[in-house]
C-alpha cells in the first residue's frame, strides 16, 4: 500500500478504537484487529492462488465458487476489517446517529471511488443482513468480491475458543443465562461453516466450528449429569 493509504489506515485506526471503546467486549476493538489479521491471511491466501473461475453461487445458495481472477484490493479489504462494526445495528441505539463512511473516508484523504467501495462492503459484513436479504449480499459480493473476504474473517472471530468467550460476554451484556448463549451455537454459531465465501475462509471455520461442537458435547455431559443427580 502506498503512504497516502498507510496515513489513510492509521487514522482509520485510531477513530475506531475510539468509536468501539463503549461497547462490550464482544464487539470491542480487539475483535477488530482479529478480524483485519484474518482478513489479511484471507486475502494472502486467495490472491495467492489465483487465476480462479469467477465468483458465483453454484447451484445451492451457500455453495460458492471462489475468489474471482481480477485480484482482490488490499486497502478495500483493510479499510473494511477496521470499519466493518461501526453502525452494528446491536449498538446504534448508543450513538447519536448512524455515520457516513463514505464521508469519513473522504474526509481523511480516500477518492470517492474507495470511499463508497468500502463503505457498500460494510452495508453487506452482518450476519443479520445475509439472513434478511441473501440474494443482495450475493449481488454485492459480484461488484465488490472483497466483502466475501472480510465477512468470512468476521465470521471466523465469532468460532472456535473465541467465538465461544465472544457468544458468552454479548449473552451476559444483554442479561443472558448461560444455556440461552449455549443455544445460540446452534441457532447462529454452527451455521456459520456453510455461510463462508472463500476457501481459505471455509478450511478456517471447519477446524474452528469442530472446537464449538466440542465444547457443547463437554457442555451437554456436564449439564445432564447434573440434572440427572438432582433427580428423585
Not at 41 to 58: F, G, Q, V
Not at 65 to 84: K, T
Request: charged residues 30%; aromatic residues 6%.
Amino acid at each position: 500500500m502506498d503512504d497516502r493509504i498507510i496515513r489513510l489506515v492509521d487514522i482509520a485506526t485510531i477513530y475506531v478504537q475510539e468509536y468501539m471503546s463503549a461497547f462490550d467486549s464482544s464487539h470491542d476493538y480487539n475483535h477488530v484487529a482479529r478480524v483485519l489479521a484474518l482478513a489479511k491471511m484471507i486475502l494472502k491466501d486467495e490472491n495467492a492462488s489465483l487465476p480462479r473461475p469467477s465468483h458465483a453461487p453454484r447451484g445451492d445458495k451457500n455453495d460458492w465458487e471462489p475468489v474471482p481472477p481480477m485480484g482482490l484490493s488490499e486497502p478495500v479489504v483493510v479499510l473494511g476489517a477496521l470499519l466493518h462494526d461501526v453502525n452494528d445495528s446491536k449498538y446504534l441505539n448508543q450513538l447519536e446517529s448512524p455515520v457516513s463512511l463514505a464521508e469519513l473516508l473522504k474526509r481523511w484523504g480516500a477518492d470517492h471511488q474507495l470511499a463508497i467501495r468500502v463503505e457498500r462492503l460494510c452495508q453487506g459484513v452482518s450476519y443479520s443482513t445475509e439472513m434478511r436479504d441473501p440474494q443482495w449480499v450475493r449481488n454485492l459480493i459480484q461488484e465488490i468480491p472483497e466483502l466475501a473476504v472480510v465477512q468470512d474473517a468476521d465470521r471466523l472471530d465469532a468460532l472456535g475458543a473465541v467465538g465461544i468467550g465472544r457468544c458468552f460476554t454479548f449473552g451476559a451484556s444483554r442479561g443472558r443465562g448461560l444455556p440461552d448463549s449455549v443455544r445460540h451455537f446452534e441457532e447462529k454459531l454452527l451455521q456459520l461453516e456453510r455461510m463462508m465465501k472463500t476457501r481459505t475462509g471455509r478450511e478456517m471455520a471447519k477446524a474452528r466450528t469442530e472446537r464449538i461442537r466440542e465444547f457443547m458435547r463437554w457442555w451437554n455431559d456436564e449439564t445432564e449429569a447434573i440434572a440427572g443427580g438432582m433427580a428423585f
